[in-house]
């Protein structure tokens, strides 16, 4: 088996797996399920958005979408206001701080501590190389998942 069929089993497989037990305990620590957290991350990464920009980059129908922002809300990790350009519509603000929050922060303190000490094994053009191979396996990844909602 060559290096890259290995690492290929290893991204699909055992790492792949890893990273959502992870997110699945972080969301149970906060009191939601692990999908629901991802739509909070993708909501802090998007800034805020209207819940149709939400429904369209998660696949998920308008109605799941509200009730998701609904449980969000609950959990002081979003928050609705009325969009400043548009009164009729509504926008979702990632909310930043609240017992929510500190936990997350509590949460990610230690694990970028343990992440840190395994970066600090690569020198910065090893870093250059993981972050290309990571960001273009977010892509295809991204790309796949949307061709499989279309299909």
Do not use: W
Request: aromatic content about 4%.
């Amino acid at each position: 088996m060559s290096a890259q069929d290995d690492l290929g089993r290893q991204m699909g497989g055992r790492f792949s797996t890893a990273v959502v037990q992870f997110h699945a305990a972080v969301a149970e620590r906060v009191g939601l399920n692990v999908s629901d957290y991802k739509c909070a991350e993708i909501i802090r990464r998007l800034g805020p958005t209207n819940p149709a920009r939400l429904a369209a980059a998660t696949g998920m129908s308008t109605a799941a979408t509200a009730q998701v922002l609904n449980r969000l809300e609950k959990a002081g990790l979003v928050e609705r206001r009325p969009d400043p350009g548009d009164g009729r519509r509504t926008l979702v603000h990632p909310v930043e701080q609240g017992p929510a929050q500190e936990e997350l922060g509590r949460i990610f303190a230690g694990f970028g501590a343990r992440m840190g000490a395994v970066m600090e094994r690569y020198d910065d053009e090893q870093m250059s190389i993981l972050l290309d191979f990571v960001t273009c396996t977010t892509e295809v990844l991204e790309a796949e998942a949307a061709a499989l909602r279309r299909r």
